[in-house]
């Protein structure tokens, strides 16, 4: 038994100190203080002058708040109460939850006019019934702040309101459910956290509507509409700015999972999946959105808006197939990219209309052996060059968007290799190494040598030549021109190909076409880069 329901009648008095909602339940940090505390039994149907103690409460919620002085406490005994409430500063409303039912059918169940503070709301289940566009909760408080946990707000007509706040300040709702629409409208500082909104009965309205506000905080919550009407969007976003809708999700059945109009202004979308039966995004031009790059497999978007990306705090991220050429979206984040029957592009947007955009692209395995083409948009270009190609499944290339142009951060070609070696002094000759066998096709990269002792005198010149099987005719695959150790040196490399790609069965064979004039060099190795088509 808590300290609540001790004592010997009369109205109960508590030190200033007394952390009241510690006293009312387990499941609730310590919250604020109070002085008295006064008793609610709606079933009491005996005469008596109701005082609020416990052996002779009020038998209405608003007896108990029109004779109370803040800061007191008002705690409700199961039941159902038809009522409308208006609330009152510094005075709270607590029951055990899922115990008290508060209905009214001809107006707003429960206001907070203007002017009142300091208070808390728990466990109460309010249902708004008369279908007259009026709300469960309505909040009209501009200054100071109310606290609501662990309660239920309903509305039953299509055209009430589970919760409407108009120029309400510091509305902060926790663990709170609503069933039926919520409107913030004018409204500032208002945050809903570890909260769910689901809307069935009011069609052509958003399920959460927030309307010219100003830093509505969003996180940790579901919001779902399941209405067909046009306009039963699951989050409308219409003006205002500083909002962060965060770690939660947005799915409407039939319409959009969220839409962003009005010249809203700096608006944070992160960490929240966006599930829409007609689209999952709808970014007006006008808008400003910071956007954290961890949706869930976003497909059907309208972006219009000008996006700014952030670094999420979590590791999810927006992650699409492509099969065959594919414009990328730009809310996607990684893109597994599976040629079908030939070539496939990736169409970047313009790097300029989505400044620090980071792209993962990837060719992915299933396809047939093709190339992905990463393409820029327009004469923009990736590293300077006009594209840039994945040719072989799990290559990956990892991009971001600078001014008007986009850089390669990593990249990562599966890549073989095949290796040389000339124990010894070396000496002028062709056929320095036993044949080799190209076992696949293959695009060829580089080629690189090493020796234990430098030349001197001149450089060492290398030639690297390929056939086909039959070893009738020789094609330089790397001209001595190219591929050199310089005197003195023990390392030189080449990326200058005279053949660019190597066929299943051709032969490679491995010639030095000069050595060093005083010292001749010894003991190379020698290597040519491959990246293996079809791998």
């Known amino acids: 038994m808590s300290e609540l329901d001790e004592g010997i009648g009369g109205i109960g008095t508590l030190d200033e100190s007394y952390k009241v909602f510690k006293a009312m339940s387990d499941e609730v940090d310590a919250i604020d203080t109070v002085t008295t505390i006064l008793h609610v039994d709606g079933n009491r149907i005996d005469l008596y002058t109701e005082e609020g103690s416990r052996g002779y409460p009020f038998k209405t919620i608003q007896a108990a708040i029109d004779a109370a002085s803040s800061p007191a406490l008002i705690k409700i005994a199961p039941g159902s109460y038809n009522e409308q409430l208006t609330l009152k500063s510094g005075v709270s409303l607590w029951a055990k939850r899922n115990t008290v039912n508060i209905t009214y059918d001809s107006g707003d169940v429960i206001t907070r006019p203007d002017g009142v503070s300091s208070l808390w709301i728990y466990g109460l289940q309010v249902t708004v019934t008369g279908n007259a566009g009026k ?43 609503c069933d039926g629409a919520v409107k913030l409208d004018t409204v500032v500082g208002n945050t809903l956290d570890k909260c769910q909104i689901v809307a069935v009965n009011q069609a052509g309205v958003p399920a959460l509507h927030i309307l010219n506000s100003t830093s509505v905080i969003y996180m940790h919550s579901t919001i779902s509409h399941a209405h067909a009407d046009a306009g039963s969007d699951a989050l409308k976003i219409d003006g205002g700015s500083g909002h962060q809708i965060a ?62 990306y952030i670094q999420p705090l979590d590791l999810r991220h927006n992650i699409t197939q492509a099969a065959g050429t594919t414009t990328a979206n730009p809310l996607d984040d990684i893109i597994l990219a599976i040629p079908a029957g030939a070539n496939m592009d990736i169409d970047l947007p313009a790097a300029a209309s989505v400044p620090g955009k980071e792209y993962t692209i990837t060719h992915y395995p299933g396809g047939t052996a093709h190339s ?52 010894g002094v070396l000496a002028v000759a062709d056929d320095q190494c036993p044949y080799l066998v190209v076992l696949q096709d293959c695009y060829l990269e580089e080629a690189y040598a090493r020796v234990k002792t430098a030349p001197t005198g001149q450089a060492l010149t290398i030639q690297i030549e390929r056939s086909d099987d039959n070893e009738a005719t020789w094609d330089e695959v790397v001209a001595p021109a190219d591929f050199q150790i310089a005197a003195a040196a023990k390392f030189g490399s080449t990326t200058t190909m005279q053949l660019t790609k190597l066929n299943k069965n051709d032969i490679l064979r491995f010639n030095i076409d000069q050595i060093g004039s005083v010292i001749a060099g010894a003991d190379l190795s020698a290597f040519l880069r491959m990246i293996p088509m079809g791998a």
């Open 372 to 423: 992905v083409i990463v393409d820029p948009s327009g004469a923009e270009t990736i590293n300077g060059k006009a594209d840039f190609e994945l040719p072989n499944p799990y290559d990956m290339v990892k991009i971001k968007s600078v001014s008007a142009q986009w850089i390669v951060i990593s990249s990562e070609p599966v890549r073989g290799q095949y290796t040389f070696i000339v124990d």
């Open 247 to 308: 770690l939660g999700n947005c799915i409407s059945t039939n319409q959009k999972a969220c839409y962003v109009t009005g010249a809203a202004s700096n608006i944070t979308l992160a960490m929240t999946g966006f599930v829409g039966g007609a689209k999952d995004l709808d970014l007006d031009a006008g808008c400003s959105i910071l956007f954290g790059s961890n949706m869930y497999n976003l497909a059907n978007c309208d972006i219009d808006a000008t996006i700014t």
């Open 135 to 177: 709300a469960a909760y309505k909040d009209l408080g501009t200054s100071g702040y109310i606290q609501i946990h662990h309660c239920y707000f309903g509305a039953q007509g299509a055209t009430d309101f589970a919760i409407h706040a108009i120029a309400a300040n510091n509305l902060w709702m926790w663990r709170t459910d």
